[in-house]
């Protein structure tokens, strides 16, 4: 049905949008421009910015050596601990749970520079230097929470009678879970496991704090053409990112289809 | 379903174990960390001593850190309502649309919001640059250009942007649990629309809209990269302070004093969402 | 054909007309064109099965939504252009729709708050209509605190406190259960006449809509099929989607084959020859013959009548308590329902042959 709405509601939300997104756009396009300053609209289109993206050994490191292999770890560990974390905190009830479950989805809450500070700390008293594996457990707890959303929100909408269906069937209660339950869930885990990506491909406050030389990230590295400005190629470097999060964001919507996040 | 804790208790014990231990580890202890440290004397050849003193604390009574701490919670104020005015009625349009506007609304803004806050920012610099956007469309007229840059307000500009979608999303979720029969009863009764938003969504969406303003200032006053950008030297925020004594002036325990009371202050107000998450989870089941 | 009647018995200007609405969803979806008149102080249902318009048409009443052709006009002046909040017309909604942060008090206040009524005569009306619903005490609590029943009553109190110059019904009690909701049929009639206002009432049940209305209009698939008093549709359906839908029917396919004195005659299916109440129509026309299941009359032994004596034998038997319920088939191979009261079904049993009658004046003939 449609519903009715405020004459201006439309066009207002359209502005909203346009401000949203005209950074996103101008980015995009100054990568595709000739010109090294930066220009918008760009006059000459032009690839030379990518192929110098591809050219400098820097950035292709930054984008797959560390960003991507450290979102895709990253999202693995945070799946395997949050997703038995949200089973454990949907399917038994027990003393103190929402307490539990408050403190799983705290990171959600903390600003990401206090944890990189509260990590860079520990680790320098530690004596541990930073790199890429440093890096990786400070993004595990910050990406768990998402998966432990997901997968709450998949386990929470699903009906307990097709379980007890099973068993009586005569299955046992862990082979209606494994043989019911998970093969419903596993849009829930794997709509976390993207996000568990993204968040730690595009994380920036904490790979400041804890990335060593060995280990920039993508946008640690961008974030440093930008303040010392650098040519365009950063744009082209943006682009790509923002690209590979549009694809999988689209992908989770498409497939699995989640209402809301929060 | 639940099961009773009694007949599983072997079971549970290992599913929510691994996390705990590991939040335990990496996120419980770096904190208990930082909040000792900031009790820890200042060395300049050891970086710090176990000598206890508050005078980590007691040094940010000084005026230059007061003038940074109000200029942060200023700003982030700033920068919350700015997100309020954008976030309202974009969070109405898309709980209000057809399932497949919703869809796509929702796409535009969960994208921009997982894109990195870095490349988000990147194109604010582009717009207003020295030799931006606006600054181009300017000097084609013959004018003098701007310095639009380097101030407070581009970087309300820039956390405004950023954050828009952490207001949307909680508001959002409030506004579609009101039943919109709601709506069309006091448009009925003879409400305007804006009457309607004054009488019924606003107060039935108030959790919604709380948890959306706690979420944006306590990201806001913890900002650091898009005030570094679109700031510069001249305007400094509390994240920036944190920052410089880390990582370029080694003051850690100062640093940690900084970082602890930060801590408090978004622990409260996430306390604060969760309470009022639960609350009307709560009140939806009972109503 | 459709026995559709705009004007009004006074023949004064109805209190509420629409012409030729329409309204249009895609290509295939469409609801109209719907015609229709209301007198002033009158209560007019509209009743079908879902999906059939009922509801579009209130709503577009009411302003929620727009017709793609037509108009609607509120004592003789078009209201389709007027925003829904300057309509003046009061709905009561399913789901009742009480604000459920304010209290009733102020839930019934709120259109005169809207309207800047001053506190004292606000207050005044206010207790006017919780008295009127019989809920006088209730200010102070939240709807939450309430009964079905009563938030339904202060919905209607809601919308009554403005005076409306029409009060629109949708579906308001099929939430309930059924004893209350035949309790609240009754007070929302009584309530309907003690004010005067002019209703639309719509719902699916027709035993609803044939106590409380003075005319119902029978919708199906987003066209008007009949509108009548209570009385005519049942007993004078126009045509099968009425008569079927309103109370049970036996409908039985026919010819055309002859008239008689104040009868027609025609021949099932099956063959056998029926006087049926006379029609204009010629021999030959393809008909559907309409008995109500209450006017098979079970006969006693040795028993005559005038017309329509048929053999029967009882193919199952249903206790409804009140009712008996009988399937049986007259011969050749003709099957009728037919419900009885009391004694005269408690004798029998399935497989018992039967003698059962119809007036001619009971069968009906409508067209196919």
Same mark, same amino acid.
């Given at each position: 049905?449609?519903?009715?709405?405020?004459?201006?509601?439309?066009?207002?939300?359209?502005?909203?949008?346009?401000?949203?997104?005209?950074? +996103? /756009?101008?980015?995009?396009?100054?990568?595709?421009?000739?010109?090294?300053?930066?220009?918008?609209?760009?006059?000459?289109?032009? +690839?030379?910015?990518?192929?110098?993206?591809? /050219?400098?050994?820097?950035?292709?490191?930054?984008?797959?050596?560390?960003?991507?292999?450290?979102? %895709?770890?990253? /999202?693995?560990?945070?799946?395997l601990l949050g997703a038995a974390a949200a089973i454990g905190l949907v399917r038994f009830r027990f003393r103190?749970?929402?307490? %539990?479950?408050?403190f799983f989805l705290a990171p959600l809450f903390i600003p990401e520079i206090l944890f990189g500070a509260a +990590?860079?700390?520990?680790?320098?008293?530690?004596?541990?230097?930073?790199?890429? /594996?440093?890096? %990786?457990?400070?993004?595990?707890?910050?990406?768990?929470?998402?998966?432990?959303?997901?997968?709450?929100?998949? %386990?929470v909408g699903l009906d307990p009678r097709l379980e007890e269906a099973a068993i009586s069937l005569g299955a046992?209660?862990?082979?209606?879970?494994?043989?019911?339950?998970?093969?419903?869930?596993?849009?829930?885990?794997?709509?976390?496991?993207?996000?568990?990506?993204?968040?730690?491909?595009?994380?920036?406050?904490?790979?400041?704090?804890?990335?060593?030389?060995?280990?920039?990230?993508?946008?640690?590295?961008?974030?440093?053409?930008?303040?010392?400005?650098?040519?365009?190629?950063?744009?082209?470097?943006?682009?790509?990112?923002?690209?590979?999060?549009?694809?999988?964001?689209?992908?989770?919507?498409?497939?699995?289809?989640?209402?809301?996040?929060? | 379903?639940?099961?009773?804790?009694?007949?599983?208790?072997?079971?549970?014990?290992?599913?929510?174990?691994?996390?705990?231990?590991?939040?335990?580890?990496?996120?419980?202890?770096?904190?208990?960390?930082?909040?000792?440290?900031?009790?820890?004397?200042?060395?300049?050849?050891?970086?710090?001593?176990? *000598?206890?003193?508050?005078?980590?604390?007691?040094?940010?009574?000084?005026?230059?850190?007061?003038?940074?701490?109000?200029?942060?919670?200023?700003?982030?104020?700033?920068?919350?309502?700015?997100?309020?005015?954008?976030?309202?009625?974009?969070?109405?349009?898309?709980?209000?649309?057809?399932?497949?506007?919703?869809?796509?609304?929702?796409?535009?803004?969960?994208?921009?919001?997982?894109?990195?806050?870095?490349?988000?920012?990147?194109?604010?610099?582009?717009?207003?640059?020295?030799?931006?956007?606006?600054?181009? !469309?300017?000097? !084609?007229?013959?004018?003098?250009?701007?310095?639009?840059?380097?101030?407070?307000?581009?970087?309300?500009?820039?956390?405004?942007?950023?954050?828009?979608?952490?207001?949307?999303?909680?508001?959002?979720?409030?506004?579609?649990?009101?039943?919109?029969?709601?709506? *069309?009863?006091?448009?009925?009764?003879?409400?305007?629309?804006?009457?309607?938003?004054?009488?019924?969504?606003?107060?039935?969406?108030?959790?919604?809209?709380?948890?959306?303003?706690?979420?944006?200032?306590?990201?806001?006053?913890?900002?650091?990269?898009?005030?570094?950008?679109?700031?510069?030297?001249?305007?400094?925020?509390?994240?920036?302070?944190?920052?410089?004594?880390?990582?370029?002036?080694?003051?850690?325990?100062?640093?940690?004093?900084?970082?602890?009371?930060?801590?408090?202050?978004?622990?409260?107000?996430?306390?604060?969402?969760?309470?009022?998450?639960?609350?009307?989870?709560?009140? *939806?089941?009972?109503? | 054909?459709?026995?559709?009647?705009?004007?009004?018995?006074?023949?004064?200007?109805?209190?509420?007309?629409?012409?030729?609405?329409?309204?249009?969803?895609?290509?295939?979806?469409?609801?109209?064109?719907?015609?229709?008149?209301?007198?002033?102080?009158?209560?007019?249902?509209?009743?079908?099965?879902?999906?059939?318009?009922?509801?579009?048409?209130? =709503?577009?009443?009411?302003?929620?939504?727009?017709?793609?052709?037509?108009?609607?006009?509120?004592?003789?002046?078009?209201?389709?252009?007027?925003?829904?909040?300057?309509?003046?017309?009061?709905?009561?909604?399913?789901?009742? &729709?009480?604000?459920?942060?304010?209290?009733?008090?102020?839930?019934?206040?709120?259109?005169?708050?809207?309207?800047?009524?001053?506190?004292?005569?606000?207050?005044?009306?206010?207790?006017?209509?919780?008295?009127?619903?019989?809920?006088?005490?209730?200010?102070?609590?939240?709807?939450?605190?309430?009964?079905?029943?009563?938030?339904?009553?202060?919905?209607?109190?809601?919308?009554?406190?403005?005076?409306?110059?029409?009060?629109?019904?949708?579906?308001?009690?099929?939430?309930?259960?059924?004893?209350?909701?035949?309790?609240? #049929?009754?007070?929302?009639?009584?309530?309907?006449?003690?004010?005067?206002?002019?209703?639309?009432?719509?719902?699916?049940?027709?035993?609803?809509?044939? &106590?409380?209305?003075?005319?119902?209009?029978?919708?199906?698939?987003?066209?008007?099929?009949?509108?009548?008093?209570?009385?005519?549709?049942?007993?004078?359906?126009?045509?099968?989607?009425? &008569?079927?839908?309103?109370?049970?029917?036996?409908?039985?396919?026919?010819?055309?084959?002859?008239?008689?004195?104040?009868?027609?005659?025609? #021949?099932?299916?099956?063959?056998?020859?029926? =006087?049926? &109440?006379?029609?204009?129509?010629?021999?030959?026309?393809?008909?559907?013959?309409?008995? #109500?299941?209450? #006017?098979?009359?079970?006969?006693?032994?040795?028993?005559?009548?005038?017309?329509?004596?048929?053999?029967?034998?009882?193919?199952?038997?249903?206790?409804?308590?009140?009712?008996?319920?009988?399937?049986?088939?007259?011969?050749?191979?003709?099957?009728?329902?037919?419900?009885?009261?009391?004694?005269?079904?408690?004798?029998?049993?399935?497989?018992?042959?039967?003698?059962?009658?119809?007036?001619?004046?009971?069968?009906?003939?409508?067209?196919?």
């Amino acid at each position: 049905m449609n519903r009715q709405m405020p004459a201006l509601l439309q066009p207002f939300v359209l502005l909203t949008y346009v401000l949203l997104l005209a950074p +996103l /756009a101008i980015v995009v396009a100054v990568s595709f421009g000739a010109s090294a300053n930066y220009q918008f609209p760009p006059t000459q289109l032009s +690839l030379k910015w990518y192929r110098a993206f591809f /050219a400098n050994p820097e950035f292709v490191r930054a984008f797959f050596s560390v960003s991507l292999v450290l979102g %895709l770890l990253a /999202a693995v560990f945070a799946t395997l601990l949050g997703a038995a974390a949200a089973i454990g905190l949907v399917r038994f009830r027990f003393r103190g749970r929402e307490a %539990l479950e408050a403190f799983f989805l705290a990171p959600l809450f903390i600003p990401e520079i206090l944890f990189g500070a509260a +990590l860079y700390l520990s680790y320098a008293r530690l004596g541990i230097k930073p790199s890429m /594996a440093s890096l %990786l457990f400070g993004h595990i707890v910050v990406c768990a929470p998402f998966v432990i959303r997901n997968v709450t929100a998949g %386990l929470v909408g699903l009906d307990p009678r097709l379980e007890e269906a099973a068993i009586s069937l005569g299955a046992t209660r862990v082979q209606a879970f494994l043989k019911i339950a998970v093969p419903l869930i596993q849009s829930s885990i794997i709509s976390g496991f993207i996000f568990a990506f993204i968040i730690s491909f595009s994380d920036i406050n904490l790979a400041l704090f804890i990335a060593g030389p060995n280990s920039t990230t993508l946008p640690v590295y961008i974030f440093n053409l930008l303040l010392f400005e650098g040519d365009p190629s950063v744009a082209a470097a943006s682009t790509l990112q923002i690209l590979v999060v549009g694809l999988l964001i689209w992908l989770v919507q498409y497939l699995f289809r989640p209402r809301t996040l929060v | 379903m639940t099961v009773s804790a009694r007949s599983q208790r072997p079971y549970w014990i290992s599913l929510v174990v691994p996390l705990g231990l590991y939040l335990i580890v990496f996120l419980v202890i770096p904190f208990i960390n930082i909040i000792v440290l900031s009790f820890y004397t200042h060395s300049p050849t050891r970086i710090w001593t176990t *000598e206890l003193t508050i005078a980590n604390y007691t040094d940010l009574l000084d005026a230059s850190f007061v003038t940074v701490l109000l200029r942060t919670l200023r700003l982030g104020a700033v920068c919350t309502a700015i997100c309020v005015l954008f976030g309202y009625p974009l969070a109405y349009f898309l709980a209000r649309a057809s399932r497949r506007t919703a869809l796509i609304g929702l796409f535009f803004l969960v994208m921009p919001l997982m894109v990195s806050a870095v490349i988000r920012t990147f194109g604010w610099l582009v717009i207003l640059g020295r030799n931006g956007l606006i600054n181009s !469309a300017i000097m !084609a007229f013959g004018l003098d250009r701007l310095p639009l840059l380097y101030n407070e307000t581009a970087v309300v500009i820039g956390l405004a942007n950023v954050f828009v979608p952490f207001m949307v999303l909680p508001l959002m979720a409030s506004i579609e649990r009101i039943n919109p029969a709601l709506e *069309e009863a006091a448009r009925n009764l003879g409400a305007s629309w804006l009457q309607t938003f004054r009488r019924v969504i606003l107060p039935l969406s108030r959790p919604g809209l709380i948890s959306g303003c706690l979420l944006v200032y306590s990201a806001a006053i913890s900002a650091f990269v898009v005030p570094m950008l679109m700031g510069g030297a001249r305007v400094r925020v509390i994240g920036r302070q944190i920052y410089d004594q880390l990582l370029i002036s080694y003051q850690w325990p100062n640093a940690s004093a900084i970082a602890t009371l930060l801590v408090i202050a978004t622990t409260c107000f996430a306390f604060a969402v969760l309470a009022l998450m639960r609350r009307s989870a709560r009140q *939806e089941q009972g109503a | 054909m459709a026995l559709i009647s705009t004007d009004t018995e006074q023949g004064s200007t109805p209190e509420l007309e629409i012409r030729n609405l329409v309204k249009r969803y895609t290509a295939q979806s469409v609801i109209g064109p719907i015609s229709l008149s209301v007198a002033a102080g009158e209560f007019v249902s509209l009743l079908g099965p879902s999906g059939c318009g009922k509801t579009t048409t209130l =709503r577009c009443i009411a302003g929620f939504e727009a017709p793609s052709e037509g108009s609607i006009l509120l004592s003789g002046t078009s209201i389709e252009q007027q925003p829904p909040n300057r309509r003046n017309i009061g709905l009561v909604f399913q789901n009742y &729709a009480l604000f459920p942060h304010l209290t009733i008090f102020e839930n019934v206040a709120f259109g005169l708050r809207l309207r800047r009524i001053g506190e004292a005569e606000l207050k005044q009306r206010v207790g006017q209509a919780l008295e009127l619903v019989g809920l006088p005490d209730l200010g102070e609590r939240y709807p939450r605190q309430l009964s079905g029943g009563q938030q339904q009553r202060i919905a209607i109190a809601r919308s009554v406190v403005l005076e409306p110059r029409i009060l629109l019904f949708d579906e308001p009690l099929s939430n309930l259960d059924l004893k209350l909701r035949l309790t609240m #049929r009754k007070e929302l009639r009584e309530l309907q006449r003690r004010l005067g206002t002019t209703a639309v009432y719509v719902t699916h049940d027709q035993s609803e809509a044939l &106590a409380l209305s003075d005319r119902i209009v029978v919708m199906s698939n987003g066209r008007i099929e009949q509108i009548g008093s209570p009385r005519e549709i049942y007993e004078r359906p126009a045509n099968t989607f009425v &008569a079927d839908f309103i109370g049970g029917s036996n409908l039985i396919d026919a010819v055309v084959v002859g008239a008689e004195a104040g009868a027609t005659v025609i #021949r099932t299916k099956g063959g056998l020859i029926l =006087r049926a &109440a006379l029609k204009a129509c010629s021999v030959g026309d393809r008909v559907v013959a309409m008995i #109500r299941p209450e #006017r098979v009359r079970l006969l006693a032994d040795g028993e005559a009548v005038p017309d329509n004596r048929l053999n029967a034998r009882i193919k199952a038997l249903t206790y409804l308590g009140q009712d008996f319920h009988l399937s049986i088939d007259v011969l050749p191979e003709e099957e009728l329902t037919v419900v009885t009261r009391g004694g005269a079904g408690s004798a029998l049993a399935a497989g018992d042959t039967v003698v059962v009658a119809v007036a001619a004046t009971d069968i009906l003939v409508l067209s196919r």
